[in-house]
Nanobody, 115 residues
Framework: QVHLVESGGGLVHAGGSLRLSCAAS????????MGWYRQAPGKQRELVAI???????DYADSVKGRFTISKDGANTMVWLQMNNLRPEDTAVYYC?????????WGQGTQVTVSS
């Protein structure tokens, strides 16, 4: 059973930085993609950043140039470096892995950016 645990969220002032981590276990070596999503109150969950097995990355337009996604070679860790944070980045951030077409999610970590 795939198990994902996020950490690194917290409260930060606008312009600050945070680094989110996602620890994965349970058959994740074959992960096709690993990604970060976020959901703000009253809004739908949205893609923030994604990285595939070839380490190609893609980002939401709103975070390009500010956020960087990376992973280790064994797909046991995925990180999201978030710089120049804005109040509109406030949300619960979720880690996701896709393995053989099935999506697995972590429980989420809260990021709050004060103005």
């Amino acid at each position: 059973q795939v198990h994902l645990v996020e950490s690194g969220g917290g409260l930060v002032h606008a312009g600050g930085s945070l680094r989110l981590s996602c620890a994965a276990s349970g058959g994740i070596f074959s992960a096709e993609t690993m990604g970060w999503y976020r959901q703000a109150p009253g809004k739908q969950r949205e893609l923030v950043a994604i990285i595939n097995s070839a380490r190609s990355t893609d980002y939401a337009d709103s975070v390009k140039g500010r956020f960087t996604i990376s992973k280790d070679g064994a797909n046991t860790m995925v990180w999201l470096q978030m710089n120049n944070l804005r109040p509109e980045d406030t949300a619960v951030y979720y880690c996701q892995q896709v393995i053989y077409g099935a999506s697995y999610w972590g429980q989420g970590t809260q990021v709050t950016v004060s103005s």
